[in-house]
């Protein structure tokens, strides 16, 4: 079972800045979509940000302008740059991707499964 690892979250004042990253565990043959999902206490997961394999992006409207979501192939990694923070950004963050493992596509498997990460806290408070 693949995992993604996030890094990055912790504890920011209103206005300040983080930036999370995300990479899978262990040898991907292919990525196609990553994104970022968060979930408040109390609320539903929601979308945050996603970007596909050729760098199309699109944001949730409340991180627009604010946000950044980029990835390097290369190193199979996905990251959010935030920005401006608001206390409303408070939440779990998680990251996902579709992909194909290696070891699966070696042995013939063709296709994409969603797998996600584990969750990093970012809390914006004073």
């Known amino acids: 079972q693949v995992q993604l690892v996030e890094s990055g979250g912790g504890l920011v004042q209103p206005g300040g800045s983080l930036r999370l990253s995300c990479a899978p565990s262990?040898?991907?043959?292919?990525?196609?979509?990553m994104g970022w999902y968060r979930q408040a206490p109390g609320n539903q997961r929601e979308l945050v940000a996603t970007?596909?394999?050729?760098?199309?992006?699109s944001y949730a409207d409340s991180v627009k302008g604010r946000f950044t979501v980029s990835r390097d192939n290369a190193k199979s990694t996905v990251y959010l740059q935030m920005i401006s923070l608001k206390p409303d950004d408070t939440a779990v963050y998680y990251c996902?991707?579709?992909?194909?493992?290696?070891?699966?596509?070696?042995?013939?498997?063709?296709?994409?499964?969603?797998?996600w990460g584990q969750g990093t806290q970012v809390t914006v408070s004073s």
């Open positions: 996902n991707a579709d992909l194909i493992r290696r070891s699966d596509y070696d042995v013939g498997m063709r296709n994409f499964y969603t797998y």
């Open positions: 262990e040898s991907i043959f292919i990525i196609a979509t």
């Open positions: 970007i596909t394999s050729g760098g199309s992006t």
